[in-house]
């Protein structure tokens, strides 16, 4: 227990500083997409989901299960959707490189 | 059989290390707008593994309903991809919510699953996840709904209001400290749901319009780390990084949105915009405006070298921003060179104003940052102002006593010639009178936004024959 414990918050600290740095270099340009695109990858809290449903250990956390695969569904579906559709739109003036 | 069952629990968490590769690509990817739709493709692929590793789980045997819920949660997502650009605030308010019921309810189903034997370390994080997501639910629900103006937009506040908030978040505090200690008390449990999904409401009732890009940024921070804190509890490194990566964007977002109206967290969520001004407005003597036509407008454009637009939320209310995109050709084709000037808080969330014109299809390469184009204000010759009022407002160089003194904004007032299209002289939506509106050098045009650009665009049709 302990050492996973340790190894979760090593997990968080790095992940907190790549998060930082990459997030840092996202133009305020694109502060849209990023926050919706993060809102799909958040929702990769699913996974805990799907197994509530999966195991189907009593019947509260099965129907919580449910409910919550469907919340966090919706947010990968649309997530994913409303990112792409902002990104396609950014064009640019100048000629792109092939 | 134990062999078998060791190799799957293999591949289950390579599947999730690539996942967790593909979600940091992501974000790398999104930095710049030529890769920016690689990142998505990353964050696709690494979804569609993660999920495929979690139902290789040795413990589910219920597929039935892991694929009725798949199926209704896309049903429910596909039409929430597609709202119409203007309503992405509300939309993006709304998923953090749907996020952020998601980890409640598996943290409530975790609680009582395990309960009495819940480590106190599990327990402090369990319950920092619960309380986190449910205020995330009602805060995010709030936010939608004053962005979608189903409740009043206005921040309502009233005397000893922080003393209240602070008062209801302290009592499931508390309660999660008990149940550190007395894991076994799980009729206590439903107070760390309740009491933080009141608080949630709470602390939105305060919260003003143009405060949105910090609050719908705090909240998706909030979500991010109750989302990390599930991790800890699931023992899941793939969710304690999305978590992490989700946490510190929303985190960084709200930094940049504070500082952009030189305000603090703490003065965002306690310091009820609305209030103040409402001593700062007496005492103002008749002062001359100069108003403009259509016609006028047109003319003085056309004979310009350089023009700014300053776009703000009145632009995104009035559907202005296709009218915009005729009106650029139009000035364009003219020889003028045209650029937009985005402030960082304007609109309703971090970006807004670069997502409808780009929708627009103005070309990305002529939205300016903030810092970027400040300094060509006094080679300008047309500053027009569309639908925005704090963020051009010269009170915050120059008047203390203004409650925006010190946010920075775009310099318009040095541009040669200012024009301001705006419904009436109605102060905006912070109620902050705009000494911009009374220099010498500043055109008022009264109007719509969508139809008078719409009127200065057939101006200049009018004047190339």
Redo the contacts between chains.
């Keep these: 227990m302990g050492s996973t414990l340790i190894d979760g918050l090593f997990v968080f600290m790095l992940a907190g500083f790549i998060g930082f740095e990459v997030i840092r270099r996202v133009s305020p340009l694109l502060h849209t997409p990023l926050m919706s695109l993060t809102n799909a990858l958040d929702a990769i809290a699913v996974v805990g989901a799907i197994v509530l449903v999966g195991e189907h250990k009593s019947n509260l956390s099965f129907i919580l299960g449910v409910i919550a695969v469907i919340a966090a569904t919706s947010n990968v579906v649309g997530g994913f959707l409303i990112t792409d559709r902002m990104l396609k739109m950014f064009k640019t003036s100048r000629p792109t490189k092939p | 059989m134990t062999a078998e069952f060791a190799g799957n629990q293999l591949l289950i968490e390579v599947l999730y290390l690539v ?1 967790s590769v593909l ?2 690509l ?3 990817w ?5 890769t ?2 690689h ?2 493709l990353a ?2 692929i ?2 569609v593994l ?2 495929a ?3 290789l ?1 040795h ?5 039935k ?2 694929a ?3 199926v ?3 049903g ?8 119409q ?1 203007t309503a ?1 605030p509300q ?2 308010a709304l ?2 919510a ?2 952020a ?3 409640t ?2 943290g ?3 609680f ?2 395990r309960t009495p034997e819940v ?1 106190p ?1 599990m327990m402090a994080v369990l319950s920092m996840e619960v309380i986190l997501a449910s205020l995330t639910f009602t805060g995010s629900l709030m936010a939608a709904g004053k962005l979608q103006e189903v409740l009043p937009q206005r921040p309502i506040t009233y005397k000893g209001q922080n003393f209240v908030n602070l008062g209801v978040l302290a009592v499931a505090i508390v309660v999660a400290v008990y149940l550190v200690l007395h894991p076994g008390a799980r009729e206590l449990f439903p107070v760390l749901i309740v009491v933080p999904l009141i608080f949630g409401v709470l602390m939105i009732v305060p919260i003003g319009g143009a405060d949105m890009p910090t609050v ?2 705090l909240l ?1 921070s909030y ?2 780390l109750s ?2 804190a ?3 509890v ?17 985190f ?2 709200s930094v ?1 949105m504070s500082k952009a109206m030189n305000r603090s967290f703490t003065n965002v969520l306690f310091g009820a915009f609305g209030q103040v001004q409402a001593a700062a407005a007496g005492g103002k003597e008749e002062r001359i405006v100069r108003s403009a036509t259509a016609d006028e407008a047109a003319g003085i454009l056309a004979a310009a070298n350089r023009v700014v637009v300053v776009p703000g939320y009145g632009m995104a209310v009035a559907q202005a921003q296709h009218k915009v995109r005729e009106l650029f050709d139009a000035l364009t084709k003219k020889g003028v060179d045209v650029r937009f000037a ?1 402030h ?1 808080v304007a609109g309703r ?4 104003m ?2 409808l014109l ?2 627009a ?1 103005i ?5 300016m ?1 903030m810092d970027d184009i400040n300094g060509d204000f006094p080679q300008t010759d047309v500053a027009l102002i569309i639908g925005a009022n704090d963020v051009t407002n010269p009170a915050a160089r120059t008047d203390q006593s203004s409650p925006i003194f010190g946010m920075p904004i775009l310099d318009v007032d040095k541009a040669r010639t200012v024009m301001v299209i705006k419904r009436s002289m109605n102060p905006g939506f912070a109620g902050i009178d705009n000494p911009l509106y009374y220099l010498d050098r500043t055109l008022m045009l009264f109007g719509d936004a969508k139809s008078f650009v719409n009127g200065i665009v057939h101006e200049l049709a009018g004047n190339s024959h």
């Design positions: 996942a979600f940091i992501s974000l790398k999104l930095s710049a707008p030529s920016a739709r990142g998505v964050g696709e690494g979804m993660a999920i590793g979690t139902l789980h413990g589910i045997v219920d597929y309903w892991i009725i819920a798949l209704i949660g896309s429910i997502g596909v039409p929430l991809g597609l709202v650009m992405v939309r993006t998923s953090h749907f996020g019921l998601c980890v309810l598996v409530t189903s975790e009582y699953l480590p370390f719908i940024s998706n979500a991010g989302a990390a599930m991790g800890f699931l023992n899941s490194k793939l969710l304690i990084i999305a978590g992490a990566l989700d946490g510190s964007s929303g960084i977002l940049i985005i960082p969330m971090p970006g807004h670069n997502v780009a929708e299809d070309p990305y390469d002529k939205l940052e």
